[in-house]
């Protein structure tokens, strides 16, 4: 909601698709992002949807819902494609901004980034419905007496830490050499 898709290490490299492991993940993943369509402030996630849906046929429907003050109402085109096993949907809201549906914003010109008032608290949205209609099976679900689940990611602290070390090292390194030159240049002029 209101941000752009985020590509951690490997995941997407910028001159290739992304890689297999997430794009199996993300076909078995029912998603929905939600953003006006003029909001830039924290990234946007239609470029990236639109390259990984591609393929896929799109369906397109406009819906208009609830604004914050009464009467007030909102234009929404929402567009969904499934993927190919056909396990889940990628949806994207677009939301015609900016909004005018609250006074507040008339000093700023209108919202152009906090689409979450409208969508948390008014039915309309669908946001609870959506995530009742994705819920894992109760066999899925963690449970108060569950196990606690226990992650240990020393190795890998270990090993990000040696290579900060090691890019730290070759930077002190590169500045030093960059720095000899100018000593010697200083000695000669002494």
Request: proline share 6%; net charge negative; glycine share 6%.
């Amino acid at each position: 909601m209101s941000g752009k898709c985020a590509w951690p290490g490997d995941s997407w490299p910028h001159c290739s698709q992304p890689n297999g492991l997430v794009i199996d993940r993300l076909q078995n993943l029912p998603f929905r992002a939600i953003q006006i369509d003029v909001d830039t402030r924290a990234g946007n996630p239609r470029g990236d949807i639109e390259w990984l849906m591609s393929k896929f046929e799109e369906r397109t429907r406009e819906i208009h819902l609830p604004g914050l003050e009464m009467g007030q109402v909102i234009d929404v085109c929402v567009r969904e494609w499934d993927w190919s096993n056909g396990s889940a949907t990628m949806e994207l809201w677009w939301v015609k901004g900016p909004l005018h549906d609250w006074a507040y914003w008339k000093k700023f010109g209108g919202d152009n980034h906090c689409i979450w008032y409208r969508v948390y608290p008014f039915d309309e949205w669908g946001l609870a419905d959506f995530f009742l209609r994705h819920s894992v099976p109760e066999r899925r679900q963690w449970q108060f007496d569950s196990a606690p689940m226990m992650l240990d990611t020393t190795e890998e602290k270990a090993r990000m830490e040696l290579q900060w070390k090691q890019e730290q090292e070759s930077k002190n390194q590169k500045k030093q050499e960059s720095s000899k030159p100018h000593a010697a240049r200083e000695q000669r002029w002494q």
